[in-house]
């Protein structure tokens, strides 16, 4: 599918910011999805919110560890590398049975930060040619089919193309979310000409992340994973993918432009890499490269203004990392909150008279998934944690900002003219589709 694109009112030309792993810069819009869980409390949100304004970080939202096991997924464990490299090793053993293999990703050090050597080093190839012949087979095309129903009632087939990158020998693959997004089949088609059928393991709005798994006779070709908090500004990069959705392997260089750009995607900001190397439509969840042949970043969004070219950007493979391994763990990232609730914003007063009967205007509650939740159908929320709101995208963002799993958050609520205060707890975020074992 294509490329997202990304507003530019957000496009951020401040200073690059100390590079740290793993962070989650939020914005002032809400995920697709509902989040949901953290203990929260007046004086708490207040300080989150000003803390907000000066731009703090939401810390990583892999928080909650529970060992849960996953039919059709594989059991894994994680490990330093004996060799005292210090990397993390990945030694995955699919349903706990046939021969096990391995993902190693670099992880550098926090001294090697913003060295002028870069993340390749001295590990660099002399040349573009050397580096590509090394990863090209890494890379593959994705395309999906999609059926949408009309108002009529009437069936249509859609196609849409994107990229990948695989990740281990036996086949799991990375791509965006944004690629596989509501499709109903997927293939994958090699470097060698081979398509596969791809079935889909896990996957993020969040992160715009998604792993997919196809079954080859052979081993793959897998990527290696670089340490993205090495980049240097200006460090020379390749990226590879399937523009256009029918030019697959190309292959486009140039430099890092920023190393931690905050864009906002379809009302999700993102922390991204910025490139200048060429990305189209098509490119997405494709690899960029350092020039030690290290994938460094997941590309995922171009600037698709007419005026403006050589600007795309990659999800740094230090954030991509984490969230790979619980998607492929749990076929879902852990840590996200979610309130259970059925919201809607009324506008109009007319409309909430005939809908809820009252003529306030604000966020309604429709409906709740979790019987815990004092809350009722016409139930108006006005305020959390003494902040008042009147949208959906407040009430997610406070939240989003300032929860984790299992957290009680006050709520002010207006029901049939009386004002209440009614606490709910937010639970973790997992899909429907996803079914655990005993």
């Known amino acids: 599918m294509e490329n997202k694109d990304f507003n530019p009112e957000d496009y951020n030309e401040q200073p690059e910011p100390a590079y740290t792993e793993h962070t989650w810069e939020p914005s002032g819009q809400p995920p697709k ?81 913003y060295s002028t050597a870069g993340s390749a080093g001295d590990r660099a190839y002399a040349s573009i040619a050397e580096a590509v012949a090394e990863i090209k087979d890494s890379v593959v095309e994705i395309n999906v089919s999609t059926t949408t129903t009309s108002f009529f009632g009437v069936p249509t087939v859609s196609q849409g193309a994107g990229s990948g990158v ?38 993020t709005e969040l992160y715009d992340l998604a792993v997919i798994k196809i079954e080859p006779e052979t081993e793959l070709t897998t990527a290696r994973l670089g340490c993205s908090g090495n980049l240097a500004l200006g460090e020379e990069v390749i990226a590879i993918g399937n523009p256009l959705g029918s030019l697959g392997g190309t292959v486009t260089n140039g430099i890092i432009s920023a190393l931690q750009r905050r864009i906002n995607i379809d009302g999700v900001v ?67 909150i979610d309130h259970g609730l059925t919201l809607y914003n009324m506008t109009s007063s007319s409309s909430a008279q005939y809908y809820f009967g009252s003529r306030e205007t604000g966020l309604y509650v429709t409906a709740s998934k979790y019987d815990d939740v004092p809350l009722k159908r016409g139930d108006r929320i006005a305020a959390v944690g003494g902040i008042e709101i009147s949208s959906i995208s407040e009430f997610e963002t406070i939240l989003r900002n300032n929860c984790k799993v299992g957290d009680e958050v006050e709520l002010t609520v207006r029901r049939g003219g009386e004002t209440l205060q009614i606490t709910i707890t937010l639970h973790e975020y997992v899909p429907v589709n996803v079914v655990f074992e005993d």
């Open 33 to 113: 999805r509902a989040p949901g869980h953290g203990v929260l409390i007046a004086a708490v949100i207040a300080m989150a919110v000003m803390m907000t304004v000066l731009g703090i970080i939401l810390g990583a939202v892999l928080l909650t560890r529970t060992e849960l096991a996953i039919p059709g997924l594989f059991d894994r464990e994680y490990e330093t590398d004996a060799s005292g490299s210090g990397n993390s090793v990945i030694h995955v053993k699919q349903n706990g049975t046939g021969a096990a293999d391995t993902l190693t990703k670099e992880t550098g050090s926090p001294d090697a930060a």
């Open 166 to 203: 695989i990740l281990t020998a036996d086949g799991y693959i990375v791509t965006n979310n944004h690629v596989i997004e509501d499709a109903e089949k997927i293939s994958v088609t090699l470097t060698n000409g081979k398509s596969y059928a791809a079935k889909l393991v896990g996957t």
């Open 270 to 336: 993102m922390t991204l890499l910025q490139t200048n190397a060429a990305i189209s439509p098509g490119n997405s969840g494709g690899g960029l490269f350092n020039m030690a042949g290290e994938l460094i970043g997941i590309v995922n969004a171009k600037n698709v203004r007419t005026d403006v070219e050589g600007i795309g950007f990659a999800i740094p493979v230090d954030i991509a990392y984490d969230v790979i391994r619980d998607l492929m763990d749990y076929g879902y990232l852990r840590g996200q």
